[in-house]
């Protein structure tokens, strides 16, 4: 099997190389026949039979790749009725001996070898038959011509050999090159989506807060209190939503914080944790939800990214309380084992994880506690609803790879 020849831009095609060798090649015979002609004579049937040779072994070296063993045929016939027949003894072997060297380098070894032992045999033998003292070639040269035809063959194979290793380191670094670039699409899909989930738990959180806020004092000035009430209930709920937007603005701005330029000035505000878990905790009371917090065990600084998965979990947790259970109290508790944190968020909420929405996040926080080599369960309580959460107080040594899908 030939392998693929490609032509980089502004070189000849192979048809056109091939023709191009060809013509050179009949030039070259050409010339000495006609130089080795001033010093013999012949009938003129037999020059013109020599000439038409000539250019039957020369003409075929044109389909040299594509047809090579039967090029290599047609040169070698060529020869074997032109050298006895013509007197004047042009070297039409060139043309032979370029056919057996494509023929080798072209993969048909075989063939190659079997042409270069059919013409050294015929040559053995032709010359063995001849009377003594009438031999063309003596046994010197026979040797050199088994070197010579031995030598093509083996240039050739040669050739075909570095041809494959040369396609071989190509196909590699095409395929090395396309790994790289699937490398590349998938980490900026993992950025994106480890993104999206970053604004979805900050916005989807402060916004649900906000949410309950103003249909609690929407609620409450439903019921026509006096212009007192009313504003100390209206200017409560706007200060709720004004601290509860203030933040959801420093967590945007610290998210988005990775799209900036390498010339823009970083956020300042430090990123989300536990340490802000008092914080969190008022906001989701200033909706009137009874929030508690128990800590077990001692706790200990966590890795950034898996104190922001803690954060997150927590956060989450609560949006679903103020959002689909309808929920009074709830009750974190931070349980600090020796090499892992459990977090329980217990709510005496209604409704199963199947019950609430896709949305409420669930998903979303097993994949960030599994992200990190822990797990987060979700279940109904006899008083309510649980998330169990596990994590390890260490960040994996390899970057987390965030399952791909709904950012939720």
């Known amino acids: 099997m030939a392998l693929p020849f490609r032509v980089p831009g502004g070189r000849v095609s192979p048809r056109v190389a091939d023709a191009v060798v060809a013509l050179v090649v009949a030039v070259v015979v050409a010339v000495w026949t006609l130089v080795s002609a001033r010093y013999t004579s012949e009938p003129t049937a037999r020059t013109v039979i020599g000439w038409l040779l000539v250019v039957i072994g020369c003409g075929a070296l044109c389909f ?3 047809l090579p063993v039967t090029v290599a045929v047609v040169t070698l016939l060529a020869c074997a009725v032109y050298y006895p027949l013509s007197a004047q003894d042009g070297p039409l072997m060139i043309a032979f001996a370029l056919a057996l060297y494509t023929t080798a380098a072209e993969g048909r070894f075989v063939a190659a070898v079997t042409l270069a032992a059919v013409t050294l045999l015929a040559v053995g033998i032709g010359e063995i038959r001849q009377e003594p003292g009438r031999r063309q070639i ?31 380191v190509e196909q590699r670094a095409l395929a090395a090159e396309r790994e790289q670039e699937a490398r590349a699409r998938q980490s900026a899909s993992e950025e994106r989506l480890r993104i999206a989930r970053e604004l979805h738990d900050v916005l989807g959180h402060s916004i649900s807060l ?32 004004k ?43 200033s909706t009137g939800l009874d929030v508690r917090t ?37 009750l974190i508790t931070l349980d600090w084992g020796a090499d892992e944190l459990r977090l329980r968020i ?15 996040g669930i998903r979303g926080m097993a994949e960030r506690a599994r992200a990190f080599g822990g797990e987060l369960a979700a279940h109904n309580t006899a008083e309510g609803f649980l998330v169990d959460a596990r994590l390890p107080l260490a960040a994996p040594t390899t970057s987390p790879t965030l399952p791909k899908g709904d950012p939720r």
């Not at 959801?248 to 390498?262: H, K, M, N, P």
């Not at 709510?347 to 994880?353: A, I, K, L, N, R």
Request: net charge negative; charged share 25%; aromatic share 2%.
């Open 138 to 168: 003596d046994d010197t040269s026979l040797a050199m011509l088994a070197g010579w035809l031995i030598s093509l063959v083996a240039v050739g194979r040669a050739q075909r050999t570095r041809l494959a290793y040369l396609h071989e």
């Open 210 to 241: 906000i949410n309950v806020q103003s249909g609690a004092v929407l609620h409450r000035l439903s019921k026509k209190p006096g212009p007192d009430v009313a504003l100390a209930a209206a200017e409560e709920a706007l200060e709720a939503v």
């Open 346 to 360: 217990e709510d005496d909420g209604e409704g199963s994880p199947e019950e609430r929405p896709l949305g409420s």
């Open 243 to 285: 601290a509860t937007s203030k933040d959801a603005l420093r967590e945007l701005r610290a998210t988005l914080g990775v799209l900036r330029q390498a010339d823009e000035a970083a956020p300042t505000s430090p990123t989300s944790g536990l340490a802000l878990l008092g914080e969190l905790v008022e906001r989701a009371r």
């Open 64 to 66: 040299r790749r594509r």
């Open 294 to 330: 128990s800590v077990a065990g001692t706790p200990v600084p966590l890795a950034p990214p898996v104190d922001l998965a803690a954060y997150r979990i927590v956060q989450e947790s609560l949006t679903n309380v103020t959002r689909h259970s309808g929920a009074r109290t709830a």
